[in-house]
């Protein structure tokens, strides 16, 4: 069936590296967008970048620019999400989702229909 | 802070309708369609409704969206348990160049 698939849960002391994995499967993986959105416990949902499967183009959050890194491997229909130089306020989990886009009177219209499970990043001394 | 502002909580009792704001600015609201997420405890966000009022295939007709300048609604009639769940509206800014977010409305079924 058409789904995300993430990696499990993973604990970094601060000033490491993380890198989640999302897994796509039932649908052409190179057709849409990926984007990656942030949830603190008990807190909201954080969007952090975008990344076309297809290019390899990709746009940041400004607040995570220079930290956040997301790549493909088409050959798995896999995405990446690599987040550097943690710090405690960086746990959270972390989910990949898919993005559809539509146009109508010329006016494109975009969202998320696809959500992995999430993936919960612990960053702790 | 979110970009996008809702109140923080909603409260109604079964049957009840109840509405949840969501209120942005040009560059954003203003000028792209909101959507709405739903997110039940200890799950990962649904989408709820896209396209300012658009519901995706499997979301009852209690649930709906407008849209109206800046500011966006959702509405939810007929309040059933099960809709106890917190709820997000997002939308992309054309000045960030990025989604935002509504910080995230917890509804509470009495």
């Known amino acids: 069936q058409v789904q995300l698939v993430q990696s499990g849960a993973e604990v970094k002391k601060p000033g490491a590296s993380v890198k989640v994995s999302c897994k796509a499967s039932g649908y052409t993986f190179t057709s849409y967008d990926i984007n990656w959105v942030r949830q603190a416990t008990g807190q909201g949902l954080e969007w952090m970048g975008w990344m076309n499967p297809n290019s390899g183009n990709t746009g940041y959050a400004q607040k995570f620019q220079g930290r956040v890194t997301m790549t493909r491997n088409t050959s798995i229909s896999t995405a990446y999400m690599e987040l550097s130089s943690l710090r405690s306020e960086d746990t959270a989990v972390y989910y990949c989702?898919?993005?559809?886009?539509?146009?109508?009177?010329?006016?494109?219209?975009?969202?998320?229909?696809?959500w992995g499970r999430g993936t919960l990043v612990t960053v702790s001394s | 802070q979110s970009v996008l502002t809702q109140p923080p909580s909603a409260s109604g009792t079964p049957g009840q309708r109840v509405t949840i704001s969501c209120s942005g600015s040009?560059?954003?609201?203003?000028?792209?369609?909101v959507n709405w997420y739903q997110q039940l405890p200890g799950t990962a966000p649904k989408l709820l409704i896209y396209?300012?009022?658009q519901r995706p295939s499997g979301v009852p007709d209690r649930f709906s969206g407008s849209k109206s300048g800046t500011s966006a609604s959702l509405a939810i009639s007929g309040l059933q348990s099960e809709d106890e769940a917190d709820y997000y509206c997002a939308a992309w800014d054309d000045s960030l160049n990025g989604w935002v977010f509504g910080g995230g409305t917890k509804l509470t079924v009495l």
């Open positions: 040009s560059s954003n609201i203003g000028s792209n369609t």
């Open positions: 989702a898919r993005e559809l886009r539509g146009y109508s009177s010329l006016k494109g219209y975009w969202y998320f229909d696809l």
């Open positions: 396209r300012n009022n």
